[in-house]
């Protein structure tokens, strides 16, 4: 398929049959991630029907890749980023064009690696301050404690200081209910729903105010001159015209890192602990990894390069249980996909956790192994022991809209995890089954364990 662009007699698309009226609704709602798994046998694009609306799924990596990268310009976000933008605003993950570049270019120093060594400190004091405080010997929501602790690492990331519990509260309650109503606002082609004086609409509307009205009371208490995000966002210059962000920008960012960048983590870090807790040899692997490199100490930002194990149990999780695991776009013009002609205005989706899942890449891809990549790479991209291509591995994005977070979320993942190994062993507690619950991110549906204490730490 490397061979896209090729020009001559377009290929017709399969379409997968569905039901009438419904097309594929039905087995798309009972079975997401094994319905999307399914259409890679169908062919390299295949158009599926989700009520009224034709879909085109995008299952070849190399295809994927155009869409991403070689001819991204000719496609925007499409139908999931329209319905973000009215309640997130404008920022970097819902804006495209020139006004995206723009953005892009001005954020980018907030994510550089060097400013990522900045955050490490305050990543470390949030870790120690919850991590320390769970309850020993008994079984937890770690999902529920991994979510408060991923969000004040943000918060404390963004404006430098401790913002109060009650603020950290009300966020944990909306942001959830803010990412399931917009979910089914994507899912409903009619748009009648949201119309409707549901309690269901309700809460979206209260959760979407909560939202704001903290954002904007953090931002005015914000003091500036920190070595945060928010100080970051407000201080960058647009090298072409020295202009600033307005404000409004300002407070679109904010709302976009916010929601961007603890649900995510926490996702990943939750199947992380849910796969050790399951694996013990892998946990004592992580374990001794940690106490030989940390020593009983707190994680200092050049220790985050030097554990490579723990490094890959965490690609190993973004493989298996992509947290964004699907994506969609929208063809600007008619494009050529390989053989395969796009129309303007189409639909197109790609699913990282059904390229994630090819047993062409990943031999028997349900089946969790770390040593897949135990080069300790970042990401498998340009890993000399592999032969696989790296468009296999798409759990970031890639191209002009890929994940400007990575490196934070690298930074977030080690810090939280190591922390983590040092004082805890994770049991699974008995008598339950996780299973992953795909909505508009991949989560487990919850997350029971147990923790023991290892008292190894000096500290
Ligand atoms: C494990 C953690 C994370 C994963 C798996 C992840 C995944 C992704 C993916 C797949 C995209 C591409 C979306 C697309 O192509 O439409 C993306 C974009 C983005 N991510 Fe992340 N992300 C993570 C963490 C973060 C963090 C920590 C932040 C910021 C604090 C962040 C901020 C963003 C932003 C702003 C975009 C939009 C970029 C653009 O359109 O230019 N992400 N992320």
Redesign the pocket.
């Known amino acids: 398929m490397g061979d896209a662009t090729i020009a001559g007699r377009a290929r017709a698309v399969p379409t997968v049959r569905g039901w009438p009226l419904l097309g594929s609704a039905v087995p798309l709602v009972r079975d997401p991630l094994g319905f999307f798994g399914s259409l890679r046998s169908r062919g390299p694009v295949v158009t599926i029907r989700i009520g009224p609306q034709t879909m085109y799924v995008v299952n070849d990596p190399a295809l994927v890749r155009q869409v ?1 990268v070689d001819q991204a310009h000719s496609f925007d ?1 499409g139908r999931q980023y329209d319905k973000l933008r009215p309640w997130w605003g404008n ?3 819902n804006s495209e064009g020139d006004f ?1 570049r723009r953005q ?1 270019r001005l954020m980018q120093p907030a ?1 550089h690696r060097r400013q990522i060594a900045a955050y490490v400190p305050a990543m470390r004091e949030v870790a120690e301050e919850r991590i320390g405080a769970w309850p020993s010997g008994r079984t937890i929501a770690l999902d529920e404690e991994l979510y408060a602790l991923t969000l004040s690492m ?1 918060l404390r990331n963004l404006f430098a200081v401790a913002v109060e519990e009650r603020h950290l509260a009300t966020l944990q309650a909306a942001l959830p209910v803010i990412l399931d109503g917009v979910l089914w606002r994507c899912l409903d082609t009619t748009e009648l729903l949201e119309k409707l004086p549901l309690p269901a609409n309700r809460r979206f509307a209260a959760a979407l105010a909560d939202m704001h009205t903290t954002v904007d009371t953090v931002i005015a208490r914000h003091a500036g001159g920190g070595a945060d995000l928010l100080t970051m966002l407000r201080e960058a210059r647009d090298p072409d015209t020295g202009e600033a962000m307005s404000p409004q920008q300002v407070h679109d960012e904010v709302i ?2 916010l929601m ?2 603890a649900e ?2 926490r996702s ?1 870090l939750s199947w992380v602990c849910h796969e050790l807790g399951r694996h013990p040899e892998m946990q004592r692997r992580v374990q001794a990894e940690v106490d030989d490199v940390l020593a009983g100490q707190p994680v200092q930002a050049d220790q985050l390069d030097r554990l490579p194990y723990t490094r890959s149990v965490i690609t190993e999780t ?1 493989r298996a249980y ?3 695991w699907l ?1 969609t776009r929208r063809a600007l013009t008619d494009v050529r996909l390989g053989p395969f002609r796009i129309p303007a205005g189409a639909a197109v989706c790609y699913v ?1 956790h059904a390229v994630q899942h090819d047993p062409a890449w990943y031999p028997d891809p349900d089946r969790f192994d770390p040593d897949r990549f135990s080069t300790g790479q970042t990401s498998p991209a340009g890993c000399p022991a592999s032969r696989r291509p790296r468009d296999t591995f ?4 890639a191209g ?7 490196p ?2 690298w930074a ?2 080690i810090t939280i995890l190591a922390t983590l190994a040092q004082r805890w062993t994770l049991t699974p507690a008995p008598h339950t089954r996780v299973r992953p619950a795909a909505r508009m991110l991949l989560l487990p549906d919850h997350l029971p364990l147990v923790l023991h204490p290892r008292h190894t730490t000096t500290h």
């Open positions: 991403l976000k920022g970097l993950a995206h892009r994510f943000v976009t890192v961007t960048g995510t983590t990943t973004l992509p947290v964004v994506l990282p798409v759990a970031f994005g002009i809209h890929s994940c400007i977070g990575e934070l979320a977030q993942a």
